[in-house]
């Protein structure tokens, strides 16, 4: 299996991350990648990868809710420096999030459109970060329509019609804890959803699948998220093994 969105490198892993990182290779995790937020926590992030150069990959990029009027122009341009360093295998996590912050929506959407542009000229998946935002999402992806956009619509959790408008545009659905909450929702129509536009993800150390829910999430719990879909779709555990890695390889380029 692979966590295609893991934050090991955050505070809150202080105490146990290689501990944490073996439970999860042990569950049989191979890989994990790991969404920049802004340059505070790059140094980490990069130490991390560097430390399992074969299992951890780092993505690059600036998180909507650190698009500050103050910094965020800066930030970018650390970003870009970065990209044009070395190769990541996406861009993120990015987006638009009013769920925090509505006064950034015109700074976060500019982040966001230089993102998507960087992307498109390196030929990088995006991983889209949207909270309370689908309709701003949608707008930008649509106006930024290329055959070269694609990625993923990180932590889903819209609705059937915000699911497909999201294939449509050449993305796939990030899939974690909260297809395992009560109240998530998206367990009533993902199997309108073909397998083989969706990924796996943690997003540890937030949203801790069921029944850790409100405690810390580690990536060892993606098998938790993958037995929920053994429910949806009503295959075996190993097939929603095989084909979201394999998705999760195809977009990432490996």
Same mark, same amino acid.
């Given at each position: 299996m692979i966590d295609t969105h893991t934050h090991l490198y955050a505070e809150? #892993?202080?105490e146990d991350r290689k501990e944490a990182i073996q439970r999860a290779i042990d569950k049989g *995790?191979?890989? #994990?990648?790991l969404p920049a937020i802004d340059s505070e926590s790059h140094g980490k992030m990069l130490q991390l990868e560097a430390e399992y150069p074969n299992q951890i990959f780092s993505m690059m990029g600036l998180h909507p809710c650190y698009?500050? =009027?103050?910094s965020w122009e800066k930030e970018l341009e650390i970003v870009k420096n970065y990209l044009d360093q070395r190769t990541f295998p996406a861009i993120g996590e990015i987006g638009i999030d009013l769920y925090w912050d509505k006064t950034?929506?015109?700074i976060q959407v500019k982040a966001f459109e230089q993102q998507i542009d960087w992307a498109i000229e390196m030929d990088l998946p995006i991983v889209i970060h949207t909270r309370e935002s689908f309709e701003e999402t949608f707008e930008v992806l649509e106006r930024k329509k290329h055959p070269k956009l694609r990625g993923i619509f990180h932590c889903f959790s819209g609705n059937l019609e915000q699911a497909k408008?999201? *294939?449509d545009l050449n993305f796939i659905l990030g899939i974690g804890g909260v297809v395992t909450f009560k109240n998530g929702k998206i367990d009533? #129509?993902?199997?309108?959803i073909p397998l083989n536009k969706i990924v796996l993800e943690t997003d540890s150390p937030y949203l801790a =699948?069921? =029944?850790h829910r409100g405690k810390r999430n580690e990536s060892s719990y993606l098998d938790l998220v993958a037995g929920k879909l053994v429910d949806i779709?009503?295959?075996d555990f190993s097939e929603i093994d095989r084909i979201t890695t394999e998705n999760a390889l195809n977009l990432f380029n490996k």
């Open positions: 809150e #892993f202080e *995790i191979t890989e #994990f990648y698009v500050k =009027p103050e950034t929506l015109d408008h999201a *294939i009533q #129509f993902l199997h309108e =699948p069921v =029944p779709y009503k295959v």
